[in-house]
T-cell receptor
Framework: GQNIDQPTEMTATEGAIVQINCTYQTSGFNGLFWYQQHAGEAPTFLSY??LDGLEEKGRFSSFLSRSKGYSYLLLKELQMKDSASYLCAVRDSNYQLIWGAGTKLIIKP | ETGVTQTPRHLVMGMTNKKSLKCEQHLGHNAMYWYKQSAKKPLELMFVYSLEERVENNSVPSRFSPECPNSSHLFLHLHTLQPEDSALYLC??????????????FGAGSRLTVL
């Protein structure tokens, strides 16, 4: 079956760096997405990777290794507002999105 | 209004009630989706519409009935639900079903509680 694994919860300190990992086993690959979801709000798009390597967008970066079935989301200079759930999703060969259960990130002062 | 709007934001219903969830997008997108989000579980795709035609129905029970009258509006009609159907129901839209990065724009969701 198809599967996305990511940690259930992580805690980090304001101003620090945190890396949220995502591993996947899917039928084919047509891109990997990261979304951010604050409690009670809509998920919002953060990043898209389809080729291996690092994509940087301000304080957030996303990395992909297709051969390892692995991605991570790197958040730098953490702020309290970064407390949220981070959802990893992979688009398979049928263009279906396979979702992870999300990682709840708690930022402490 | 901009983006994707869902109403109502909260809904409590009994198992014998009939209710509907509404979704409206103001982005000019061609595809619209219904997802179910339960605590600590992955998003579950329920229905996909492309240009008002249903293209995906992931074995969803018939007590959930979608309707897409035009490319901007999507409804989810609910009847004789079960307590396990209590969840957050998210509507999303995208430019197309398969094109490019196909980024989804989500609504804030309708929190459903079935008593």
């Amino acid at each position: 079956g198809q599967n996305i694994d990511q940690p259930t919860e992580m805690t980090a300190t304001e101003g620090a760096i945190v890396q949220i990992n995502c591993t996947y086993q899917t039928s084919g690959f047509n891109g990997l997405f990261w979304y951010q979801q604050h409690a009670g709000e809509a998920p919002t798009f953060l990043s898209y990777n389809v080729l291996d390597g690092l994509e940087e967008k301000g304080r957030f970066s996303s990395f992909l290794s297709r051969s390892k079935g692995y991605s991570y989301l790197l958040l730098k200079e953490l702020q309290m507002k970064d407390s949220a759930s981070y959802l990893c999703a992979v688009r398979d060969s049928n263009y279906q999105l396979i979702w992870g259960a999300g990682t709840k990130l708690i930022i402490k002062p | 209004e901009t983006g994707v709007t869902q109403t109502p934001r909260h809904l409590v219903m009994g198992m014998t009630n009939k209710k509907s969830l509404k979704c409206e997008q103001h982005l000019g997108h061609n595809a619209m989706y219904w997802y179910k989000q339960s605590a600590k579980k992955p998003l579950e795709l329920m229905f996909v519409y492309s240009l008002e035609e249903r293209v995906e129905n992931n074995s969803v029970p018939s007590r959930f009935s979608p309707e897409c009258p035009n490319s901007s509006h999507l409804f989810l009609h609910l009847h004789t639900l079960q307590p396990e159907d209590s969840a957050l129901y998210l509507c999303a839209s995208s430019q197309d079903v398969t094109a490019g990065a196909n980024v989804l724009t989500f609504g804030a969701g309708s929190r459903l509680t079935v008593l």
